[in-house]
């Protein structure tokens, strides 16, 4: 047996249509497979008649990141978390910032990557120290079978399971990985359904649908959005996009991240410190407990303070943590809980 061939596992939530053709089950393309062809993702392919995974175990990028790099602000906060990746992604974003692994499948290039299991997964997370596995870099939904192995193996062992995720599994995926993950980190890329169509090859609403049943599920959500110039930076779209975050809960953190020109959006600028701090402004006025925007959008950008009495309770810079002002999850002037996972 090939090393390509040991990367190669049947796919879970999918089901045979008849005629050799497929039909996945695993996002919100739920994309229908003749014999012979991949799915929009480029790493899901039916073969005979059954869908396989060609990514399983076949890790492209891990490190011991810190976990504020995620970014996941209110997850063990100061700690780090054993990041993998396998290539593919089932969007095509004008703007994806790690767009050489995960648009290589879908540009005709060979899958690479070096074997891993999960076990040894597990196993180089509790090296490192790190409490967590995050899924990231790449859109985890496509190497699903890998990350639910390994997360299984991972909570066996008391650790936590994150996602960095587009949102775009179906409520199938998220209900079967649900007892293992315990913390999301979704991007929302836009309030409006031309942006998602035109510029990520994807709708919003299974975007929205999945937030929603994330939280339904009592996993830790905290929301992304890369604010890009003359694209979703103007005042109504990021109001929208403040205006649903809150709708999933005013504890729910939003991160508002600058873009830097990369792949099909080369010609643009960068986005400047007075939008940042505009959207910070924006997701503050709408009621959200936790806006962050990074240095780029004011000093206090990275910082966590208590929502009863405004001490600093976090001091971050860049993606570290360089102060921890807590009892566990609790203010120690007020006594006001802090959400999330400490």
């Known amino acids: 047996m090939s090393r390509y061939d040991e990367m190669i596992r049947e796919a879970q939530l999918y089901e ?11 996002c919100s393309h739920y994309c ?35 976990i504020e790099k995620k970014p996941l602000f ?16 089932n969007f095509r974003c004008d703007f994806c910032q790690n767009y050489q692994i995960s648009q290589a499948p879908r540009e005709g290039r060979a899958i690479a990557g ?16 790190s409490p967590t596995i995050a899924y990231t870099y790449t859109e985890p939904t496509i190497y699903f079978e890998f990350a639910y192995d390994t997360a ?16 775009y599994m179906t409520v199938e995926a998220i209900e079967m990985i649900a007892p293992f993950l315990d913390a999301a980190n979704v991007d929302l890329k836009s309030g409006r359904e031309e942006v998602y169509s035109a510029h ?13 049943k994330l939280k339904e599920l009592g996993i830790w959500v905290e929301v992304t959005t890369l604010v890009v110039p003359a ?23 939003w991160h508002i991240s600058r873009f830097y020109p990369r792949y099909k959006m080369t010609g643009k600028s960068p986005t400047s410190g007075e939008t940042l701090r505009r959207a910070r402004h924006i997701g503050k006025r709408t009621g959200l407990k936790y806006v962050y925007g990074g240095s780029s959008s004011g000093d206090d950008g ?11 309770l976090i001091a971050r810079q860049g993606f570290y943590t360089r102060k921890l002002t807590l009892k566990k999850n609790v203010c120690p002037d007020c006594g006001t809980i802090l959400e999330g996972i400490f």
């Open 16 to 26: 045979k249509i008849g005629g050799d053709r497929v039909h996945c089950h695993l």
């Open 32 to 66: 229908r497979i003749d014999k012979g062809v991949r799915g929009l993702c480029g790493v899901r392919e039916n073969r005979g008649g059954m869908l396989q995974s060609l990514v399983y175990g076949a890790v492209i990028s891990e490190h011991a990141d810190p």
């Open 74 to 89: 209110h997850v063990y906060p100061g700690s780090t978390a054993y990041s993998l990746a396998t290539m593919g992604c």
């Open 114 to 129: 070096h074997d891993m299991t999960p076990a040894a997964i597990v196993e180089q997370a509790i090296a490192c120290g």
């Open 152 to 167: 299984r193996l991972a909570h066996a062992r008391g650790l936590k399971n994150v996602f960095v995720t587009n949102g």
């Open 200 to 212: 990520c090859g994807g709708q919003l609403q299974p975007v929205l649908k999945s937030l929603r």
């Open 231 to 253: 694209l979703n930076d103007q005042p109504e779209e990021l109001e929208r996009i403040a205006s649903f975050v809150h709708s999933l809960g005013a504890e729910t953190p």
């Open 302 to 312: 990275e910082n966590t303070y208590c929502c009863g009495c405004g001490k600093l």
